[in-house]
């Protein structure tokens, strides 16, 4: 089964406003979750990423928020721009004890000009 | 330049006919991990490796093979492969834990 829930699958946003992307696990264990970016033949890169003892994260125009209670945690995209079209991805795993990810379906972002 | 490399970028291949599609890193990498992408089920792990001659089942193993014999080299191979099979394949390496993963270009791979 799914690890990792990630909705939505696709997403249209305009210029300047705000993108979420939200995943959802089940495993308590997990204590590592990335969020990777794709571009068309590609393959993924790391945008940001967070551990959960911290409830959010930042990077410009980039933040993740992370709800350890509901096991939920986001990616907001600020100020959305056009560049920023691609695929996202959530991803879980559990640090200590190896080099296993599960990952999220994608999300395929379209940013209108 | 860093970089995880594959080869062949693109295959087409027969049902049954033996494969190997490798994977190269230069940045010294411990950890390495093969991963498929296909439509609506995003990026499953296949195998990953936490060094030389230590390697593991990911998620969706069945039908394919890993070996390490090197640190650089962590390739894929399919003994008989089949349509099923046919998809997106991505190579990773990482330092180590708590390192950020690197991914290769990707191998699109159709079976028929």
């Known amino acids: 089964q799914q690890q990792v829930k990630q909705s939505p699958q696709s997403l249209i946003v305009q210029k300047g406003g705000i993108s979420i992307i939200n995943c959802a696990y089940e495993?308590?264990?997990?204590?590592?979750f990335p969020w990777y970016q794709q571009f068309p033949g590609k393959g993924p890169a790391l945008l940001i990423a967070?551990?959960?003892?911290?409830s959010e994260k930042k990077e410009g125009r980039f933040t993740i928020s992370f709800n350890k209670s509901a096991k939920q945690f986001s990616l907001h995209i600020m100020d959305s721009q056009p560049g920023d079209s691609a695929t996202y991805f959530c991803?879980?795993?559990?640090?200590?004890?190896?080099?296993?990810?599960?990952f999220g379906t994608g999300t395929s972002l379209t940013v209108i000009p | 330049e860093a970089q995880v490399t594959q080869n062949p970028r693109y295959l087409i291949t027969v049902t049954g006919k033996k494969l190997t599609v490798t994977c190269s890193q230069n940045m010294n990498h411990e950890y390495m991990s093969w991963y498929r992408q296909d439509p609506g089920l995003g990026l499953r792990q296949i195998y990953y490796s936490m060094n030389v001659e230590v390697t593991d089942k990911g998620d969706v193993p069945e039908g394919y093979k890993v070996s390490r014999k090197e640190k650089r080299n962590f390739p894929l191979i399919l003994e008989s492969p089949s349509p099923n099979q046919t998809s997106l394949y991505f190579c990773a390496s990482r330092r180590g834990l708590v390192y950020e993963q690197y991914f290769g270009p990707g191998t699109r791979l159709t079976v028929t």
């Open positions: 967070i551990r959960p003892d911290v």
């Open positions: 991803a879980a795993s559990i640090e200590n004890t190896g080099n296993q990810f599960y």
């Open positions: 495993n308590t264990a997990f204590d590592y």
